[in-house]
């Protein structure tokens, strides 16, 4: 039995008209030459915790955003496109991020 051609192939991600679900772990930092007060303050108060090997602290932000993308590549691109819109400030930030098949959400029984 051959499947239909806008059946999806669980074997092989993409393919097919369904679009799959994917998981983006975006990370957001200051680029190097910004100054970080929220990574200075992080940095004192670890200090005052008697954390003195902490060199310096860069704060940031995560996020991980679940999408729907027939690929990995039309995934990252989505991906790519919200962190120059919105997610980071391209003057001031720097970002990078994963893509992965989303975990399948377990159903209740």
């Not at 991600?13 to 303050?41: E, F, R, S």
Request: proline share 9%; hydrophobic share 40%; aromatic share 6%.
């Amino acid at each position: 039995m051959t499947a239909s051609p806008d059946e999806a192939d669980p074997l092989r991600p993409g393919l097919g008209t369904q679009p799959m679900l994917w998981l983006a772990k975006v990370h957001v930092l200051l680029k190097p030459v910004v100054n970080d007060p929220p990574g200075q303050a992080i940095q004192g108060g670890l200090r005052s915790l008697q954390f003195s090997t902490v060199e310096q602290v860069r704060a940031g932000k995560y996020f991980e955003i679940t999408l729907r993308a027939a690929s990995a590549e039309e995934a990252s691109a989505l991906t790519t496109d919200m962190c120059r819109k919105l997610l980071a400030n391209p003057v001031l930030e720097d970002f990078r991020f994963e893509i992965a098949q989303a975990p399948s959400p377990v159903e209740s029984s």
